[in-house]
């Protein structure tokens, strides 16, 4: 099945969750990397870490500026994509399933009705 973004909530900050079976998928927008541009470096949690929805997770560095990532939901890291740090053009060609970042185990599924739908996210980006 492949992933699109008007299956996925998004938070004001660029981030998009994607829920199943009480694990939310995160990673950051596809206007996010475009606004970004030349991505050098990222920083991600560490498995067994806490997230905190709306708490910084991480950070994602371009040649232009240094970016913290922040988390749509709560929960405990169950996983996380390593091998996006060293291959960041995933998030160019494929931030929606490829690019995803860390898998969590949502502490309270209920925050997901806080993010923004495709529609409204799109909206915010100036987009339609």
């Not at 050098?40 to 994602?60: D, N």
């Not at 060609?93 to 599924?109: F, N, R, T």
């Amino acid at each position: 099945m492949s992933i699109t973004p008007d299956q996925l909530r998004f938070c004001e900050s660029h981030e998009w969750a994607l829920a199943q079976d009480g694990i939310a998928t995160i990673g950051i927008s596809a206007f996010a990397v475009a606004e970004l541009t030349d991505l050098v470096f990222m920083a991600l949690p560490k498995v067994g870490q806490t997230v905190v929805a709306g708490k910084e997770f991480g950070e994602v560095e371009s040649v232009k500026a240094v970016s913290p990532m922040y988390s749509p939901v709560s929960g405990e890291v169950v996983e996380v994509h390593d091998a996006l740090v060293n291959q960041l053009e995933i998030l160019n060609s494929d931030p929606y399933e490829a690019g995803w970042i860390m898998k969590v185990k949502m502490s309270d599924p209920n925050e997901l009705n806080k993010l923004l739908s495709w529609t409204d996210y799109q909206s915010q980006c100036g987009g339609s």
